[in-house]
């Protein structure tokens, strides 16, 4: 007999921006790879290489354990949605469900640092247009200044004094005598 274990994972149709979205078309992509990355070494070696795989009677008779697993594992989309399931049939259930929860342990693992990545580069890429931008508002702001004296012989930007409406109205003594 034959133990299937399955999972499922949410693998969006889009990669996750911040900002600047990614090209149009892309969406495929993304998703192929990383129905791929779920059966790639990056993922499957690690699981190959803990203690707990040795056990497995399937693993231990092959001579590359991580091809046979990659052969073996069953990636499919559950209908037109997002979620993927993950399987494995093994002798034994304990194994199949060890391997299977294992990879996807692995899978979100690496996810995860390529998340981290990825916020990393946005961090860095907004920082640089913050100080284009920066930079390029300053410039404006000069050219702006120099054409408005030019024209009204005023600095746009200096301190104005505030003045106080109160004190211009003609009834404004009157109220604070009220008062």
């Not at 989309?77 to 993950?86: A, C, Q, R, T």
């Not at 931008?133 to 505030?162: C, H, I, W, Y």
């Amino acid at each position: 007999p034959q133990y299937e274990a399955t999972t499922w994972l949410r693998i969006r149709s889009q990669q996750p921006f911040l900002a600047f979205a990614p090209e149009q078309g892309t969406g495929n992509l993304f998703v192929q790879t990383q129905v791929e990355m779920i059966r790639s070494p990056l993922v499957l070696a690690p699981v190959t290489g803990q203690p707990e795989a040795a056990k497995v009677p399937e693993l231990q008779e092959e001579e590359d354990p991580t091809r046979w697993l990659a052969k073996n594992i069953k990636v499919s989309p559950v209908g037109k949605s997002e979620l993927f399931k993950v399987s494995l049939a093994c002798a034994k259930a304990k194994d199949s469900a060890w391997i299977v929860n294992a990879v996807a342990h692995e899978y979100l693992l690496l996810l995860g640092s390529d998340e981290a990545e990825r916020t990393r580069e946005i961090i860095s890429t907004l920082q640089e247009e913050k100080s284009n931008r920066e930079s390029e508002v300053k410039r404006l702001r000069e050219n702006l200044r120099e054409l408005t004296k030019q024209v009204t012989g005023v600095d746009p930007f200096s301190a104005v004094p505030t003045t106080n409406p109160n004190l211009d109205h003609p009834l404004a003594d009157l109220n604070s005598r009220l008062i």
